[in-house]
C-alpha cells in the first residue's frame, strides 16, 4: 500500500505539469517515483536535475551503475534497485556488475571495487572517510572529481530512496522483472 499520493499529470500540481511531460516524453511512460515526486514540483526537479548532472559526470554507464546500486542496495530501496537493474540493462553494463551489486558480492575488476567501496564508505560514515581512503581510492585510478560526483550521486540518491521507502512505490511493470530483496548477510 503506497503511503503518499502517486500523481498523473492530470493530478499533479500546475508546477509540475511540465516535469512528469518530460518525464512521459524520455520515458515513454511516468515513472512511480516521479509520480509520487510531483507532489512537490520543487523536490521533483531537484531530483531531476541532479540525475541530469550525474549522469553527465564523467563516470561510464559501468561506474553510473555501481554509484547508484552501491547505494540502492545499502538503503535497501525495494524500487530503484530494480529500476537500476533494468536502467543498467539499457544501458548495456555487463551482467555481471549487476548481479554483482544486487547480491552484495565483488565485483568484476578492482577499479569498479574501488569505487564501490568509496561510495559505501561515503554512505555508511555520513562523508566522513579516512585520508587512507582516499589515497586507496586514487591509487585505483580515480580523483577529487570523482569523490565529488559519488556526493552528487548520493544527493539524486537519497531523495529517491527515502521517497520510496515513505510511498512505498510500487515497482514499474517495465522492471517487474528484476524485483529485489535485500540479501541477509
Not at 508546477?15 to 509520487?36: A, D, M, Y
Not at 548532472?53 to 535497501?76: G, M
Not at 582516499?134 to 585510478?141: I, Q, R, S
Amino acid at each position: 500500500m503506497t503511503t503518499l499520493k502517486i500523481n498523473t499529470l492530470e493530478t499533479a500540481p500546475e508546477g509540475s505539469k511540465q516535469l512528469i511531460e518530460t518525464s512521459i516524453k524520455n520515458f515513454g511512460r511516468l515513472p512511480g517515483l516521479h509520480g509520487v515526486l510531483a507532489s512537490s514540483p520543487q523536490t521533483f526537479e531537484a531530483y531531476q536535475k541532479l540525475h541530469e548532472l550525474f549522469s553527465n559526470s564523467s563516470f561510464n554507464a559501468e561506474e553510473l551503475t555501481v554509484v547508484w546500486q552501491t547505494i540502492n542496495v545499502e538503503n535497501e530501496c525495494h524500487y530503484c534497485v530494480p529500476a537500476h537493474t533494468g536502467i543498467a540493462h539499457m544501458m548495456k553494463v555487463d551482467s555481471e556488475i549487476t548481479e554483482a551489486l544486487r547480491n552484495q558480492e565483488a565485483l568484476p575488476n578492482e577499479k569498479l571495487q574501488a569505487l564501490h567501496d568509496m561510495t559505501l564508505k561515503i554512505v555508511r560514515n555520513r562523508g566522513h572517510v579516512s585520508q587512507e581512503d582516499l589515497n586507496t581510492f586514487y591509487e585505483a585510478g580515480y580523483g577529487e572529481q570523482q569523490v565529488l560526483e559519488i556526493i552528487l550521486g548520493l544527493a539524486q540518491k537519497t531523495i529517491s530512496n527515502y521517497t520510496n521507502h515513505i510511498a512505498n512505490t510500487p515497482v514499474d511493470a517495465a522492471f517487474e522483472k528484476f524485483v529485489w530483496e535485500p540479501v541477509k548477510l
